[in-house]
Structures are given as C-alpha cells and as structure tokens.
C-alpha cells in the first residue's frame, strides 16, 4: 500500500515487544456510538422516541461477557429504556435498542419546553460493564418536542445519492451518500467535526440525520441510527450510512427511510427513500460530478491528471465508497488508522471481492481496503495501470459486488 509507510507505530521497540507478543494490551470495550441523542415528538407519531442502537464489541474480536445499566439523570425515573440484546446471554459483539419515553407521562414532569420557548433537553447515561474490560459510559441526551398539531416540517429530501457516482441507487452500509433538498441545515456551509473521542460527530450545527426502519403496524417505536456527519448546508449533507444498519433486521432489498431534524423541524419523507443493498460501490471524481477523472494519486502520492498521468505498469491509489460491510466490522463515524496502522493486515477490507479494469483490461488489485485519515465507508484501491495501456484519458472501472459508474477516468502516460 503506498500510503501506509508514514502511519507505522512510533518507536521500533514498541513494534518489536508487540510482534515479539510481549506486550498485549488490554481488551477494550469498543462502544458506538460514544454518545446518544433522542429526540421525542408527540405530535408526529408515539410516545416514543425512535430506537437507537448502541454497538458492543471488543478490542480484540473475542467474546467477552458484558452488562449494561441505563440511568436517567435528570430527571430521575424509569423513563430512558433497553430493548431487548440480541444475544443471550450477553457477550460480545452484540447491540442494545435504546429509546425514550415521553417525559409527560411521568408525574411531576408535564413540559419538555423551557423558558425560552425552545425544545428542554434531559440526560441519562448508558454504563457497560465487563469483568474483562474496562467500564464505558455513554452519555444520553433526551429532547422532547410538545405541542398539539403535526409535527413541524422544516424542510423537504428530493433525492438520496452516492456521494461519489451521484447515482439514485441502493445504499449499502459505510457509504457516504448525498442527500439533497431544501430548508435541510445551515444557510452557511460546515465541515466535518470530530467528537471527544476520535470519531466523525453525528450533531453538526443542530442537524441530526436518522437511517430508521419502518415499525410494525401497531408497534411502538421506530429503530433508528444517526449518520455521521461530513458536510451540512440548506440544500446538500453529506454523511454515511451508519454499519448500525444491518442489526435493524434489514437484509439487502430491504427498504428504510432517511430524514433530516434541524434545529425543531424536521425534513420527512412519507414513504421509504433508501434501499438496502450489500454493495454499492461509486468512483470519487475531481469534478464532483461522478464522471471524469477519478480522484486517484500517483504511486509517488501526487494527483493523478492530464497534466501529470501515471505511467502503464505503475500503481495508481484510486478512492471509492458503497463498498459495503467490512471485516473486522466497519464502526460508524471512525477515521482508519487515525492512530496509525503498523500492517496493512489491520486495515479494515470488504466482505466482497474487488476487482479493476483500466482501459477495458483486467487490472492487477496490490490492495483494497478503508482509506488511512479517513472516515470509515471512504475506500483505497491501487491497481496496476497495464503495459499496453494506450496514453491519455483511459477508462476505470472497479467492482465490488457490482459495477461501479460509468465515465470515469485516469490519465495514462
């Protein structure tokens, strides 16, 4: 892998007493998302807030038991709920439902609205605990919109499309998707932010983006992941399907909806705008259209273009999404290697094979996997340019799963 040299762990005896396996660290409790916010609105549907996941893994893949203790803070009371684990007993990898009650049916709190007119937000926590690990809390934070009448609508979703091809198509989970429309977020544009803990923050400028199923008729509850968020602005977000959405009970074909909450106000859709796919996979182009030519570096890691194209028989770092679930197991919202990959073994790669054609022939895959600094769902291909690759603009194509978009390019010495 090109890029891969300067993310080496610092120091060459810290490598060395790893490889030597003198030194192991700790099993961990890997918990996503590190903080939850709900949001309840009478007036659209329930009493209930929509059920969020929360994932529990460990640092290591093992199975290790573990127990959860959900508190509400403030106020106190049998308010903030679990739904039911999908394992039992309950050891690790598995993931907890956790939704909220209207805070009207607790006596002596009739009003989630403070003095200044606006939504009152309430707080809980989500304790995890492992004999073999040590303890994670999860911070909850409960808002509660009253008031008669259907629900306030901000905004409206047109469309849901890859953020790399711009096609209208299946979504799989980890892929970066645009989703365009209006009233959806902030007049002036924002970027990314990162939480207290290293991942991609799923609250950006008081948007919030929900991936969520439909419940059964009569059922109580919605069951909803938020997306991490990479852009906002009142008529275009960016951010990623979260991996969460596989534990829904969805299997591909299946379809789910996506909408936008907005400072109060939300952007819905009426019916399922989102399908449910294992791959679908989209080239980034540098013209942001989704055709023409790929963002890919050379193999010295300068930019791949007309004026400095990559000789045939050399690597060329291509970057893609819509490469679906990965193993070990994508997480929602994190930056590969953020602290440094030693091996390239450690990179998280997808379930489904990858292949390449560059100018209509099979090109040799070196590597695939989730790009270094980069959110998770954000994948690098280097593929061999072949030999007798006419010089200019030659086709590329890379397949996982499926075929990629049509029309996009590398330029070819």
């Given at each position: 892998?090109?890029?891969s040299q300067?993310?080496a762990?610092?120091?060459?005896?810290?490598?060395?007493?790893?490889?030597?396996?003198?030194?192991r660290?700790?099993?961990?409790?890997?918990?996503?998302?590190?903080?939850?916010?709900?949001?309840?609105?009478?007036?659209?549907?329930?009493?209930?807030?929509?059920?969020?996941?929360?994932?529990?893994?460990s640092?290591?893949?093992?199975?290790?038991?573990?127990?959860?203790d959900?508190?509400?803070?403030?106020?106190?009371?049998?308010?903030?709920?679990?739904?039911?684990?999908?394992?039992a007993?309950?050891?690790?990898?598995?993931?907890?439902?956790?939704y909220a009650?209207a805070?009207?049916?607790?006596?002596?709190?009739?009003?989630?609205?403070?003095?200044?007119g606006?939504?009152?937000?309430?707080?809980?926590?989500?304790?995890?605990?492992?004999?073999l690990?040590?303890?994670?809390?999860?911070?909850?934070?409960?808002?509660q919109?009253?008031?008669?009448g259907?629900?306030?609508?901000?905004?409206?979703?047109?469309?849901?499309?890859?953020?790399?091809?711009?096609?209208?198509?299946?979504?799989s989970p980890?892929?970066?998707?645009?989703?365009?429309?209006?009233?959806?977020?902030?007049?002036?544009?924002?970027?990314?932010?990162?939480?207290?803990?290293g991942?991609?923050?799923?609250?950006?400028?008081?948007?919030?983006?929900?991936?969520?199923?439909?419940?059964?008729?009569?059922?109580?509850?919605?069951?909803?992941?938020?997306?991490?968020?990479?852009?906002?602005?009142?008529?275009?977000?960016?951010?990623?399907?979260?991996?969460?959405?596989?534990?829904?009970g969805?299997?591909?074909?299946?379809?789910?909806?996506?909408?936008?909450?907005?400072?109060?106000?939300?952007?819905?859709?009426?019916?399922p705008?989102?399908?449910?796919?294992a791959?679908?996979?989209?080239?980034?182009?540098?013209?942001?259209?989704?055709?023409?030519?790929?963002?890919?570096?050379?193999?010295?890691?300068?930019?791949?273009?007309?004026?400095?194209?990559?000789?045939?028989g050399?690597?060329?770092?291509i970057?893609?999404?819509?490469?679906?679930?990965?193993?070990?197991?994508?997480?929602?919202?994190?930056?590969?290697?953020?602290?440094?990959?030693?091996?390239?073994?450690?990179?998280?790669?997808?379930?489904?094979?990858v292949?390449?054609?560059?100018?209509?022939?099979p090109?040799?895959?070196?590597?695939?996997?989730?790009?270094?600094?980069?959110?998770?769902?954000?994948?690098?291909?280097n593929?061999?340019?072949?030999?007798?690759?006419?010089?200019?603009?030659?086709?590329?194509?890379?397949?996982?799963?499926?075929?990629?978009?049509?029309?996009?390019?590398?330029?070819?010495?």
């Amino acid at each position: 892998m090109q890029r891969s040299q300067k993310h080496a762990l610092s120091g060459a005896l810290a490598a060395v007493l790893v490889f030597a396996g003198l030194v192991r660290a700790q099993t961990q409790l890997v918990v996503s998302p590190t903080s939850m916010d709900l949001v309840i609105d009478p007036s659209f549907s329930t009493t209930f807030s929509r059920v969020q996941y929360l994932s529990v893994a460990s640092s290591d893949g093992s199975a290790i038991p573990y127990s959860v203790d959900i508190k509400s803070v403030s106020p106190p009371g049998p308010w903030i709920l679990g739904a039911p684990v999908s394992n039992a007993p309950p050891v690790t990898p598995a993931s907890v439902g956790i939704y909220a009650a209207a805070l009207v049916s607790i006596p002596g709190v009739t009003t989630g609205i403070g003095s200044t007119g606006l939504p009152r937000p309430y707080s809980g926590t989500i304790t995890i605990t492992s004999p073999l690990a040590p303890t994670v809390v999860v911070p909850i934070i409960v808002t509660q919109v009253n008031g008669p009448g259907p629900p306030t609508l901000q905004g409206e979703i047109t469309s849901v499309l890859n953020a790399a091809s711009f096609a209208n198509a299946s979504m799989s989970p980890g892929e970066v998707v645009s989703l365009f429309g209006t009233g959806l977020g902030p007049v002036v544009p924002d970027g990314a932010q990162l939480d207290s803990t290293g991942k991609v923050a799923t609250s950006l400028d008081g948007v919030y983006v929900y991936f969520y199923n439909q419940p059964p008729q009569g059922s109580c509850c919605e069951y909803a992941v938020q997306a991490p968020l990479t852009y906002v602005s009142e008529t275009q977000i960016n951010c990623v399907v979260p991996y969460e959405i596989d534990q829904m009970g969805s299997i591909p074909g299946s379809l789910l909806f996506v909408d936008v909450y907005y400072l109060g106000a939300w952007s819905k859709s009426a019916t399922p705008n989102v399908k449910l796919t294992a791959a679908s996979p989209g080239i980034f182009a540098t013209t942001g259209t989704g055709t023409g030519q790929a963002a890919a570096l050379n193999s010295d890691n300068s930019p791949n273009t007309a004026w400095n194209p990559a000789p045939a028989g050399s690597i060329v770092q291509i970057f893609m999404t819509g490469e679906g679930q990965t193993s070990p197991a994508g997480v929602t919202g994190s930056v590969t290697c953020s602290n440094g990959c030693a091996t390239t073994s450690q990179i998280p790669k997808p379930l489904l094979p990858v292949t390449a054609f560059v100018g209509g022939q099979p090109a040799t895959v070196t590597f695939y996997g989730e790009a270094p600094e980069l959110i998770s769902g954000v994948m690098q291909v280097n593929v061999v340019v072949p030999l007798n690759t006419p010089s200019g603009a030659a086709s590329l194509s890379i397949t996982v799963g499926s075929s990629t978009q049509a029309g996009v390019t590398l330029a070819v010495k």
